[in-house]
């Protein structure tokens, strides 16, 4: 049974960063793709970052390039995303998300998802 856990949300203040892990159980990450996606209340779910499974190749959205970085470790099987500089705008539940048909690019129709973490930027 593959499993998603992520953990690292909180409450930070504008200008903070936090640290996400997504620990993947039950399927192995080595190849595959693998993403980051929010909803903010309110909102649509949408895509933040994806790692790709063939090159290792990132994708950031618009919105958090230059603040966020991504990042794998197969022998952990384990995603990261480290947000810096955040602001009250990515205030939302993030979620990871994998799919053993995804080795490029990743998309909000991947089967497995983790039950998310919430992340609240707020002075």
């Known amino acids: 049974q593959v499993q998603l856990v992520e953990s690292g949300g909180g409450l930070v203040q504008p200008g903070g960063s936090l640290r996400l892990s997504c620990a993947v159980s039950?399927?192995?990450?080595?190849?595959?793709?693998i993403g980051w996606f929010r909803q903010a209340p309110g909102k649509e779910r949408e895509g933040v970052s994806c790692?790709?499974?063939?090159?290792?190749?990132?994708y950031y959205a618009d919105s958090v390039k230059g603040r966020f970085t991504i990042s794998r470790d197969n022998a952990k099987n384990t995603v990261y995303l480290q947000m810096n500089s955040l602001k009250p705008e990515d205030t939302a539940v993030y979620y990871c998300?994998?799919?053993?048909?995804?080795?490029?690019?990743?998309?909000?129709?991947?089967?497995?998802w983790g039950k998310g973490t919430l992340v609240t930027v707020s002075p």
């Open positions: 998300a994998t799919d053993p048909t995804y080795r490029y690019l990743c998309s909000l129709r991947m089967d497995y």
């Open positions: 790692i790709s499974g063939s090159s290792g190749s990132t």
């Open positions: 039950g399927f192995s990450l080595d190849g595959y793709s």
